[in-house]
């Protein structure tokens, strides 16, 4: 395989009461434990930023295997929703649920580009098997 990006971070503090940083500075963020969990939810956590990243990843390649189809990818969007949850040995576990939104094609070309785009996806390829992933395709 050939490396073509590396994103390098550092999280200084409490974890999840703390702060990270990625190595260029482009992201610099205080963290915090969401009002949820207890926390003063001041601050941004682990699963905001992976529910962005993931998003953001996912629209990238939905697009891609869309203009690879001659798809209209126009006013397309994903949105996505991180579940943290305890598990029954003690730990904890991530769910996904992907809202996709491609307005300009009809609901069965949409779902199969989902489709696609969740086997082309770096962070769909990394979850696939450990953590449960929803596709869902509106017609918004």
């Known amino acids: 395989?050939?490396?073509?990006?590396?994103?390098?971070?550092?999280?200084?503090?409490?974890?999840r009461d703390g702060h990270g940083r990625t190595?260029?500075?482009?992201?610099?963020?205080?963290?915090?434990i969401p009002k949820e969990m207890g926390g003063a939810g001041t601050g941004t956590n682990p699963e905001q930023l992976f529910a962005v990243g993931y998003a953001a990843c996912f629209h990238s390649a939905l697009r891609l295997v869309a203009r690879q189809d001659g798809a209209?990818?126009?006013?397309?969007?994903?949105?996505?929703?991180?579940?943290?949850s305890s598990n029954d040995a003690g730990?904890?576990?991530?769910?996904?649920?992907?809202?996709?939104?491609?307005?300009?094609?009809?609901?069965?070309?949409?779902?199969?580009?989902?489709?696609k785009a969740h086997q082309v996806c770096p962070y769909s390829n990394a979850t696939r098997g450990n953590i449960d992933v929803v596709?869902?395709?509106?017609?918004?």
């Open 72 to 84: 209209d990818v126009s006013d397309s969007t994903v949105g996505s929703r991180v579940s943290l």
């Open 91 to 115: 730990g904890f576990v991530l769910a996904v649920e992907l809202e996709i939104t491609l307005p300009n094609v009809d609901h069965g070309t949409a779902q199969a580009l989902a489709e």
């Open 23 to 32: 190595s260029d500075g482009k992201v610099d963020v205080a963290l915090s």
């Open 1 to 15: 395989m050939k490396t073509l990006y590396t994103a390098e971070a550092l999280a200084t503090g409490e974890g």
């Open 135 to 140: 596709l869902t395709v509106t017609d918004d």
